[in-house]
Nanobody
Framework: QVQLVESGGGLVQAGGSLRLSCAASGRSFGTYAMAWFRQAPGKEREFVASIGRSGTYTYYTDSVKGRFTISRDSAKNTVYLQMNSLKPEDAGVYYC?????????????????WGQGTQVTVSS
């Protein structure tokens, strides 16, 4: 089992950048594929990006391609989401998720473990 703790959220102006971190505790971080989801008020939680166990596979939702980068550091048991050129529509609570399955799913049911979320606010 893995525990996930997100950090790095905050308030940023449109066009700015933030880097989110997700620290994983527990054993065998390398056996988990990781992902980021986000949820805006009144909306369902949506997939943002995922990264495979080795870090070579990454996948993004269309709206963040070219602006967001997901990465992982196995030495630190941490996954990151670098967010550039932020837009007001990127705002929401960002959640880190993990799965011991292949990790190429984009639905919430594809991930077994979740963090508590970190708030991202983008002012226009």
């Amino acid at each position: 089992q893995v525990q996930l703790v997100e950090s790095g959220g905050g308030l940023v102006q449109a066009g700015g950048s933030l880097r989110l971190s997700c620290a994983a505790s527990g054993r065998s971080f390398g056996t988990y594929a990781m992902a980021w989801f986000r949820q805006a008020p009144g909306k369902e939680r949506e997939f943002v990006a995922s990264i495979g166990r080795s870090g070579t596979y990454t996948y993004y939702t269309d709206s963040v391609k070219g602006r967001f980068t997901i990465s992982r550091d196995s030495a630190k048991n941490t996954v990151y989401l670098q967010m550039n050129s932020l837009k007001p529509e990127d705002a929401g609570v960002y959640y880190c998720a993990a799965t011991q399955r292949l990790g190429r799913g984009t639905g919430t049911n594809d991930y077994e473990y979740w963090g508590q979320g970190t708030q991202v606010t983008v002012s226009s």
